[in-house]
Structures are given as C-alpha cells and as structure tokens.
C-alpha cells in the first residue's frame, strides 16, 4: 500500500472537476466555448478513470485510497473553482488596494496574448524614444 488518499487520482479528478465547472461557466456566460476547451474537457473524464484503474491494476493502491483521493480531489476542485470565482469578482477592490499599488499587481486577464501585448509596447516605447 503506497498511501492514503491516491494522489494520482486526486489530481485528476481535481483537474476533471474544475475543467467541467469552468466550462459550464464559459457556456453560461457566452453560449460557445473554443474546441481546445471542449475536448480537454471531454477527455479529461476517460484519462480520470484510467489512471484511477490503473493505481488498482498495477497494485499501488486499492480501490479504497483510489476512491478517497478521487473524492478529496473533485472537492477540492469545487472549492477552488468558487474562491477563483468569487476573486474574479473581489479583483477590483483588490487591485486598488494600497499593497497591490505598491506592488504594481495588475490584472492582464482582458488580454487575449499577454506576450504579444507586452512585446509591441516594448517596441512601440523603444521606436518614440529614437
């Protein structure tokens, strides 16, 4: 026995958990969501149950700690897509708040590139400054 709850299926059904939710919440908001997203979390379920047949399979744990780290996991999955939830909400308050001015915390979710947007300001500050 290699331990109590199986980590292996606790991330994944962690992972499967949290795709399904935010998901659903992409559908909800905007009644589409890109391919990429869809087939990840489509096939994030069958990859869930493989990995948690083959901790039994190959011995390295019994159904039980199988079971109980799927279960650890899917909660786990719950409540952080709620506290991602609920600071995509609180952001703007947070954003202004004294520590995050100090730290220059910003929020760059808008951004569809982060990398490109960064780059062609680079360029754009370095051609006015010629």
């Given at each position: 026995s290699?331990?109590?709850?199986s980590s292996h299926s606790q991330y994944m059904a962690f992972v499967a958990v949290y795709l399904a939710m935010d998901l659903a919440l992409r559908l909800k908001r905007h009644s589409k969501c890109d391919v990429t997203t869809q087939l990840l979390a489509g096939a994030v379920w069958p990859l869930t149950a493989l990995v948690m047949y083959s901790r039994v399979y190959?011995?390295?744990?019994?159904?039980?700690?199988?079971?109980a780290g799927a279960a650890l996991g899917?909660?786990?999955?719950?409540?952080?897509?709620?506290?991602t939830r609920w600071l995509e909400r609180a952001y703007?308050?947070?954003?202004?708040?004294?520590?995050?001015?100090?730290?220059?915390?910003?929020?760059?979710?808008?951004?569809?590139?982060?990398?490109?947007?960064?780059y062609s300001n680079a360029v754009g500050l370095r051609r006015k400054a010629e």
């Open positions: 290699y331990g109590m709850p190959l011995g390295y744990h019994s159904t039980d700690q199988v079971f899917a909660m786990c999955g719950v409540v952080w897509h709620a506290l703007p308050a947070i954003e202004a708040s004294c520590v995050c001015r100090l730290f220059a915390v910003k929020d760059s979710s808008h951004l569809g590139d982060a990398h490109a947007f960064e």
